[in-house]
């Protein structure tokens, strides 16, 4: 079992920055893919992007590439992602999530993850 907590989400103008943060516990940290996942009124949960075992390897959808990064400190079982350069199109819920395998073909797929938490609001005004 992995829980995941969230943290740092806000009201931010657009062009300004936020840093969210995911408190894991229960696994060797170092061996579980961390996910961000975003949810936007009446729209699908997307892939935001995702941190493979020790954060060798990063991938982002297009949409925030070159805007967000993910970055994790094992020894604190945290996992971060740095939004900069916000836009209001960026107001939505986002989660972060875990597995503990890595599937390279399927990364972005929500439903290959099994483990979320609760999920911190960022809202983005214009």
Same mark, same amino acid.
């Given at each position: 079992q992995v829980q995941l907590v969230e943290s740092g989400g806000g009201l931010v103008q657009a062009g300004g920055s936020l840093r969210l943060s995911c408190a894991a516990s229960g696994r060797t940290f170092s061996n579980v893919v961390m996910g961000w996942f975003r949810q936007a009124p009446g729209q699908e949960r997307e892939f935001v992007g995702v941190s493979k075992w020790n954060g060798d390897m990063t991938y982002y959808s297009d949409s925030v590439k070159g805007r967000f990064t993910i970055s994790r400190d094992?020894?604190?079982? @945290? /996992?971060?992602l740095q939004m900069n350069s916000l836009k209001p199109d960026d107001t939505a819920v986002y989660y972060c999530?875990?597995?503990?395998?890595?599937?390279?073909?399927t990364y972005y797929d929500?439903?290959?993850?099994?483990?979320?938490?609760?999920?911190?609001?960022? @809202? /983005?005004?214009?």
């Amino acid at each position: 079992q992995v829980q995941l907590v969230e943290s740092g989400g806000g009201l931010v103008q657009a062009g300004g920055s936020l840093r969210l943060s995911c408190a894991a516990s229960g696994r060797t940290f170092s061996n579980v893919v961390m996910g961000w996942f975003r949810q936007a009124p009446g729209q699908e949960r997307e892939f935001v992007g995702v941190s493979k075992w020790n954060g060798d390897m990063t991938y982002y959808s297009d949409s925030v590439k070159g805007r967000f990064t993910i970055s994790r400190d094992n020894a604190k079982n @945290t /996992v971060y992602l740095q939004m900069n350069s916000l836009k209001p199109d960026d107001t939505a819920v986002y989660y972060c999530a875990a597995s503990i395998y890595w599937r390279s073909a399927t990364y972005y797929d929500k439903n290959r993850y099994e483990y979320w938490g609760q999920g911190t609001q960022v @809202t /983005v005004s214009s």
